[in-house]
C-alpha cells in the first residue's frame, strides 16, 4: 500500500497557530491522536467565526460534522506550538470539505494531515440545507 506524502506549508492559504499544553500529551510523551480533532475543530470554526459566518449560540444554519480523518507523518510534542494550515478542497450543495495540515515551528513538511466534512443544516430541524452563498463565497477564498 502506498502512502501520500506529508503536505506542504504552499497547500494551504490560511494558518493558525494553537500553543499546545502539558495535558496534550499522552503517557507515550507524544501528543495524543484525539487533540488532533480537537486542532481541527478549531482551525474550522476559528475561520468561520473570524469572517462573521458563525454565531455559537444563535445561527440558524450550522455545519455539522459528518467525517473527519488523520493520517500522522512524524511526532509532535508539549512545549511549543503547531501552525494549523487550512483549506477547503470541496464545496458541494450543502457539504464542505475542508483540508487541515499540523506542521511543527518552522517545519515545511506536515507532521499530520486531517480532512473534516460539514453537512449544512438548520439547527432546528437537523435536515441539510444548501449552504449559505455568503459562506461559500467565503470558502471559496481557502480553496486550492
Same mark, same amino acid.
Given at each position: 500500500?502506498?502512502?501520500?506524502?506529508?503536505?506542504?506549508?504552499?497547500?494551504?492559504?490560511?494558518?493558525? @497557530?494553537?500553543?499546545?499544553?502539558? #495535558? $496534550?500529551?499522552?503517557?507515550?510523551?507524544? =501528543?495524543?491522536? !484525539?487533540?488532533?480533532? +480537537?486542532?481541527?475543530?478549531?482551525?474550522?470554526?476559528?475561520?468561520?467565526?473570524?469572517?462573521?459566518?458563525?454565531?455559537?449560540?444563535?445561527?440558524?444554519?450550522?455545519?455539522?460534522?459528518?467525517?473527519?480523518?488523520?493520517?500522522?507523518? @512524524?511526532?509532535?510534542?508539549?512545549? #511549543? $506550538?503547531?501552525?494549523?494550515?487550512?483549506? =477547503?478542497?470541496? !464545496?458541494?450543495?450543502? +457539504?464542505?470539505?475542508?483540508?487541515?495540515?499540523?506542521?511543527?515551528?518552522?517545519?515545511?513538511?506536515?507532521?499530520?494531515?486531517?480532512?473534516?466534512?460539514?453537512?449544512?443544516?438548520?439547527?432546528?430541524?437537523?435536515?441539510?440545507?444548501?449552504?449559505?452563498?455568503?459562506?461559500?463565497?467565503?470558502?471559496?477564498?481557502?480553496?486550492?
Amino acid at each position: 500500500m502506498s502512502r501520500q506524502p506529508p503536505s506542504r506549508r504552499a497547500d494551504f492559504k490560511l494558518f493558525s @497557530r494553537i500553543t499546545m499544553r502539558w #495535558g $496534550d500529551n499522552d503517557v507515550f510523551g507524544h =501528543v495524543n491522536n !484525539v487533540i488532533y480533532y +480537537s486542532w481541527f475543530d478549531t482551525a474550522v470554526n476559528r475561520f468561520l467565526i473570524d469572517r462573521g459566518l458563525l454565531e455559537l449560540a444563535s445561527s440558524e444554519i450550522i455545519g455539522v460534522v459528518v467525517e473527519n480523518g488523520c493520517r500522522y507523518h @512524524r511526532e509532535v510534542a508539549y512545549p #511549543g $506550538d503547531v501552525e494549523l494550515g487550512l483549506r =477547503v478542497d470541496s !464545496v458541494s450543495t450543502s +457539504s464542505v470539505r475542508y483540508a487541515i495540515g499540523v506542521f511543527r515551528e518552522n517545519e515545511d513538511e506536515a507532521a499530520a494531515d486531517g480532512h473534516f466534512v460539514h453537512v449544512y443544516v438548520t439547527r432546528a430541524t437537523m435536515r441539510p440545507v444548501p449552504i449559505p452563498e455568503r459562506t461559500r463565497a467565503e470558502m471559496l477564498t481557502i480553496h486550492v
